[in-house]
């Protein structure tokens, strides 16, 4: 029953909002393949590859990309577990110490990066721990673990009861409980949170500022790069990395749906 | 078990959770939740705020009568104008920048929603799930190549006629906000749409058939209704535009900082980290006052945030 014009309008808006949406990161990608100092797509000079060859050749973005990479493994390690065995103990509370305890869990994720990493900071320099990358892994476990609680928490809750229950009265011990029961039923889960807790690392910014010492990651590099003498060079690894990033959403989006309940 | 359900005890609980997986493994995950909210939550903050009572002092003088509790680095936001203005401008800029992703997102979660096919539903979630996951430097780097003085956007301006000499976009604190409502767009936009799904479509089409105009269906069936998706995504935006670093480092104009790099400076070039300490303390509190009054406002619970 909606007027025709009314369709017209929002099928517009929907169109141009997706141009926004989409057309900065076409023109960031075209600007490196463009054989022009300053990246840009407005005078073209010419196609080259050019800046893929200076990308390759970079020493200081390679030692960034190890780094992203041992911090987003280390964090994976310490986040996945944490997150899930704090999501069973939610998930066995009630009342007001649940509540309680599910506010203090959520709570990382609604402070500002900078803050966890400042914090994050000056508690390990007290202790005498000075600052770099060990401490970036530390922040960042502390927000990315409220996404792995919450995941699990979520499939948790639409576990059947009975079968852990069934199990141990017919005298499975609890680790049996667990490993034969629980965890076969948070795999999906847990393999997900995985992925997304090492993305979340990878892609962080305002926590490694702070705590990075005068170590390189990705984020950092290319922040410095931008701000210190910018080339397509930077466009070059923008388009590696939202190539990677396509790849890993789509493929996330499309296993989220196939393991949705029916 | 059953009536634990009622209970308050927490002993109560407890035991249910022992029932539930042993001695041994109730006692890793008691562990393993104390060492991330005590050790990476709960201390470090107290940490910060306790250090930025404290006066920046020489090695040589800790320990001695300089030594005390002091409120003076809360009161250099005050007697420093520069400072007091860039937090005016941080709050003012991220509430602006939270504003226009409201509008902006509202008719996209809307259509997505209630109007699309499934099917198309579907797709274009999986598309605005991409610029979701790239990260915000690159996105925000893009708006830098386009809104440059020598850029795309001034030259495909210039070569419609509509201007005569290229605009300089990155004045002022403009290009700061553009930046932010496209790297945080897409955070105002899935909370908004998952509140407007559970919409019951029959209560639109009865404020439709009982005469209502499309802006009263919209004010008092639907926007009531994505009431708890609006207070995330506006905490979502908020939080992250007033935390920003990479936004205003990339695209603001020299004149015109963010708080965040105020409180860069204290760490790393000021070396003063109890006065960057009460600054970082005074973001948070600007942004913990912000989720309080959206709460508030709309009448959610951190139980809605989070999801």
């Known amino acids: ?262 | 078990m059953a009536d634990c359900e009622y209970g308050q005890d927490r002993h109560c609980h407890m035991k249910d959770v022992l029932s539930r997986y042993g001695t041994t493994l109730t006692g890793a995950m008691v562990l393993a939740t104390f060492v991330w909210l005590v050790g990476m939550v709960i201390l470090p903050y107290l940490v910060m705020v306790n250090y930025s009572f404290r006066p920046n002092l020489l090695p040589a003088d800790i320990g001695t009568d300089k030594d005390h509790y002091t409120l003076d680095n809360y009161a250099t936001l005050f007697r420093n104008e520069i400072h007091f203005i860039v937090f005016l401008r941080t709050m003012w800029g991220s509430a602006l920048a939270t504003f226009l992703c409201l509008c902006v997102s509202y008719p996209v979660a809307y259509y997505l929603a209630k109007m699309a096919t499934p099917a198309r539903t579907a797709t274009l979630l999986l598309l605005l799930v991409i610029p979701f996951w790239i990260n915000e430097i690159l996105r925000t780097y893009s708006w830098f190549i386009i809104l440059a003085y020598n850029g795309p956007l001034n030259g495909v301006l210039r070569l419609l006629g509509i201007i005569a000499s290229p605009i300089r976009w990155l004045s002022g604190s403009n290009g700061v906000i553009m930046g932010m409502v496209y790297a945080y767009i897409v955070f105002m936009v899935f909370p908004i749409y998952n509140a407007i799904e559970t919409l019951d479509r029959n209560q639109i089409e009865a404020a439709r058939d009982l005469g209502a105009p499309l802006w009263r269906i919209h004010w008092r069936v639907v926007i009531p209704h994505a009431k708890p998706g609006i207070a995330v995504g506006c905490i979502t935006v908020f939080t992250a535009a007033a935390g920003s670093y990479i936004v205003p480092a990339i695209l603001g104009a020299p004149g015109t900082r963010w708080f965040t790099e105020i409180i860069y400076q204290w760490f790393f070039e000021g070396q003063n980290w109890p006065q960057g300490s009460a600054y970082a303390f005074l973001l948070l509190f600007l942004c913990i006052v912000f989720v309080m009054a959206m709460m508030r406002l709309f009448k959610v619970g951190l139980a809605d945030i989070a999801r």
């Open chain 1, 1 to 262: 029953m909606e007027s025709k014009l009314a369709r017209g309008i929002i099928t517009a808006y929907l169109v141009l909002f997706l141009v926004y949406l989409f057309m900065p990161l076409v023109i960031m990608v075209t600007a490196a393949f463009n054989d022009s100092r300053f990246p840009t797509v407005m005078p073209w000079k010419a196609w080259t590859l050019r800046w893929f060859d200076d990308l390759w050749a970079d020493d200081r973005m390679w030692g960034g990309v190890l780094n992203s990479v041992l911090v987003g493994i280390a964090v994976v390690v310490i986040v996945v577990p944490i997150g899930a065995l704090s999501g069973l103990l939610l998930d066995s509370l009630r009342g007001r110490v649940r509540s309680f305890l599910y506010a203090l869990m959520v709570a990382p994720l609604l402070v500002p990066g900078v803050i966890i990493g400042i914090s994050t900071l000056i508690f390990w320099n007290q202790l005498g721990v000075p600052s770099g990358l060990h401490l970036s892994t530390i922040g960042q476990c502390s927000f990315i673990t409220s996404y792995v609680m919450l995941m699990v928490l979520a499939r948790l809750q639409r576990l059947d009861k009975s079968l852990e229950e069934a199990a141990l009265d017919l005298g499975a011990s609890h680790a049996q409980a667990l490993r034969l029961i629980v965890l076969p039923y948070l795999r999906p889960s847990l393999m997900t949170a995985a992925v997304l807790a090492f993305f979340q690392s990878f892609e962080n910014f305002n926590t490694t500022l702070f705590t990075r010492g005068s170590a390189n990651t990705v984020t950092i590099f290319i922040a410095s790069r931008i701000r210190t003498g910018v080339t397509p060079e930077v466009n070059a690894l923008g388009l590696v990395l939202i190539g990677i990033t396509i790849v890993a959403a789509v493929v996330y989006s499309l296993r989220r749906r196939s393991d949705a309940p029916a």
